[in-house]
């Protein structure tokens, strides 16, 4: 059984930050490669970063440069910093494996930018 539980969003202002959190349970941690997922409102989902289990990481461009994803594999944990926040990247916020499983999409966590 996995679980995949996103924490760590709110609202800020454009140009602060903000750190995800996602806590994964079950044996999927070290051996995926983990990403992290946005949607906003009557938009699809979209890829925002992935980091695979040896060390490569990848970012769609409207992140990079502003959003960094790194993995604690002993804690089981998939990180998001984001920096330079702006109105655009107001969304809900998943984790899931890179590229993601069906089953396994959880709550999310909403991230609100604006003044």
């Known amino acids: 059984q996995v679980h995949l539980v996103e924490s760590g969003g709110g609202l800020v202002q454009p140009g602060g930050s903000l750190r995800l959190s996602c806590a994964a349970s079950?044996?999927?941690?070290?051996?995926?490669?983990m990403g992290w997922y946005r949607q906003a409102p009557g938009k699809e989902r979209e890829l925002v970063a992935g980091a695979t289990t040896f060390g490569y990481r990848h970012y769609s461009d409207s992140v990079k440069g502003r959003f960094t994803i790194s993995r604690d594999n002993a804690e089981n944990t998939v990180l998001l910093q984001m920096n330079s926040l702006k109105p655009e990247d107001t969304a809900v916020y998943y984790c899931?494996?890179?590229?993601?499983?069906?089953?396994?999409w959880g709550q999310g966590t909403q991230v609100t930018v604006s003044s």
């Open positions: 079950g044996s999927i941690f070290s051996r995926k490669a």
């Open positions: 899931n494996t890179w590229p993601p499983e069906s089953g396994y």
